[in-house]
């Protein structure tokens, strides 16, 4: 079992940087797949970024490359997301995602096993 609990959204201007954190509870972090889906306000969730248990991979959105960058520790159990350049189509809210199988970091998010409850971010312009 994991639970995933994120942090760190907020209101920001265009243009400014925001990082996410997402806390793990369970000792079998380092094994799970990490990962960020957002949902937009009348919109399906999708994915953002992923990395791989070992860190030895990572993959990002196209909407998101070059501007956001997922990262993780797990001595601390915990995966980030640095969001730079943030505009204000980045607005949703963003949730983590544990799950053993990289194939699922795709889409909507289907059959996703472990989710965060979310976290709030919102670029003005």
């Known amino acids: 079992q994991v639970q995933l609990v994120e942090s760190g959204g907020g209101l920001v201007q265009a243009g400014g940087s925001l990082r996410l954190s997402c806390a793990a509870s369970?000792?079998?972090?380092?094994?799970?797949?990490m990962g960020w889906f957002r949902q937009a306000p009348g919109k399906e969730r999708d994915f953002v970024a992923a990395?791989?248990?070992?860190?030895?991979?990572?993959y990002y959105a196209d909407s998101v490359k070059g501007r956001f960058t997922i990262s993780r520790d797990n001595a601390k159990n915990t995966v980030y997301l640095e969001m730079n350049s943030l505009k204000p189509e980045d607005t949703a809210i963003y949730y983590c995602?544990?799950?053993?199988?990289?194939?699922?970091?795709?889409?909507?998010?289907?059959?996703?096993?472990?989710w965060g409850q979310g976290t709030q971010v919102t670029v003005s312009s």
């Open positions: 369970g000792r079998t972090f380092s094994s799970y797949n």
């Open positions: 995602a544990a799950d053993t199988s990289t194939f699922r970091f795709t889409g909507w998010g289907k059959n996703i096993r472990y």
């Open positions: 990395i791989y248990w070992s860190s030895s991979y990572t």
